[in-house]
């Protein structure tokens, strides 16, 4: 039994579901709240789970109930555990081309534009909605233009070819926060491209945000 | 031959330089300035080779000169492509921790404190020095918790039991970074004990930035 702390809305979350999907692994959800309660991954008991205080979070019921934070640590876990269905092309070349476009997706794009740094910038520091806005735009043009670039190889497919893996399961849950935050997606015709193969997967379209138990 | 393009300050490289290190690997290194010239990652000549104008690259001659890009990636290729002396633990659950404190490191503490973000804080959104250097140790602090938390099941050893890996060349370099922010590290005894161990082995100490041959 595999359980996914996680919230509708956390795009790092809609990663591990994607990948749960297309594995065709069986879950149960447990939602923690991002913003109520001042935000419940931050509750004791939430911290004792996992004290990064982050989602997701993953527990693996039948590998003695172990707990795995961080989304790509769980990607990379139910490719090693359940390897029916990879996530991840078999050549180390193509194997590390996919993770260092998820990475830049991972590491030097959704970070900068989290929820927890968003709060800081117009908490803390003091910034405008307007200047707060423009702080988005910025990290997720420069990101989404490296990506644009780096999916040259994947033109008219997937990143295993015929299917989707690690790579959709990173893209596609930001391109679904770019077009909350209304950006215009014009400049990226590949990424376009495949996110709209994806959406046509039932993997992805019962992973998205708005059919989540827990969405509002 | 491996080419590691790299600044001798920039942290993700410092990773990747201790991961060389510690499997024996033979490197050239081409020193990328990240601030002279405006930054030379952001040149034609980089950005052909890097779209995401960050650092570090790895460039395999041996494997068709392929380029891989993120510090992570390229950890991961080296440890499938040179499976002698392994970064990862070979249990998958272990494996799992290992990249989830990794990741944490690398996803969410030391992106919100990268050289590029400090730029747009005090630059485009003219926050003051004392308000940058609150936001540093925020994340520091925040991640370092976390960190310290995680590290209990490898007390007193290292991530593989008696030998460091992925885990040690991402918590070195940003133990580092900390120390160079003049960070008060009394709270995390674990993090000080694991980089001590780590900090007398030659793979660190040669991978250690003021050794480097574009230290200035």
């Known amino acids: 039994m595999l359980t996914l702390y996680g919230y509708w809305r956390s795009s790092a979350a809609y990663r591990v579901r994607i990948a749960l999907n297309l594995k065709g692994l069986a879950y149960e959800q447990v939602p923690v709240h991002l913003v109520k309660d001042g935000g419940q991954?931050?509750?004791?008991?939430?911290?004792?789970?996992?004290?990064?205080?982050?989602?997701?979070?993953?527990?693996?019921?039948?590998?003695?109930?172990?707990?795995?934070?961080?989304?790509?640590?769980?990607?990379?876990?139910?490719?090693?555990?359940?390897?029916?269905?990879?996530?991840?092309?078999?050549?180390?070349?193509?194997?590390?081309?996919?993770?260092?476009?998820?990475?830049?997706?991972?590491?030097?794009?959704?970070?900068?534009?989290?929820?927890?740094?968003?709060?800081?910038?117009?908490?803390?520091?003091?910034?405008?909605?307007?200047?707060?806005?423009?702080?988005?735009?910025?990290?997720?043009?420069?990101g989404l233009a490296a990506v644009e670039a780096g999916l040259a190889p994947f033109e008219g497919g997937f990143s295993l070819g015929e299917q989707p893996g690690y790579l959709e399961a990173c893209l596609v849950p930001q391109l679904y926060n770019a077009r909350r935050f209304n950006c215009d997606l014009d400049a990226y015709p590949r990424i376009l491209a495949m996110t709209a193969r994806c959406e046509t997967l039932q993997a992805f379209a019962q992973a998205a945000p708005e059919v989540q138990p827990d969405a509002v």
Chains 1, 2 share one sequence.
């Open 41 to 142: 991954q931050h509750s004791a008991a939430y911290k004792a789970l996992n004290p990064q205080e982050l989602l997701p979070l993953l527990a693996d019921e039948g590998h003695g109930g172990v707990k795995i934070a961080q989304s790509l640590a769980i990607l990379e876990y139910l490719d090693e555990v359940f390897p029916e269905t990879p996530l991840l092309p078999r050549d180390p070349l193509r194997r590390a081309q996919v993770r260092a476009l998820a990475l830049h997706i991972a590491c030097d794009l959704h970070p900068l534009n989290n929820l927890r740094v968003l709060q800081y910038l117009t908490g803390e520091l003091g910034v405008s909605d307007a200047a707060k806005d423009a702080w988005y735009q910025h990290w997720l043009h420069n």
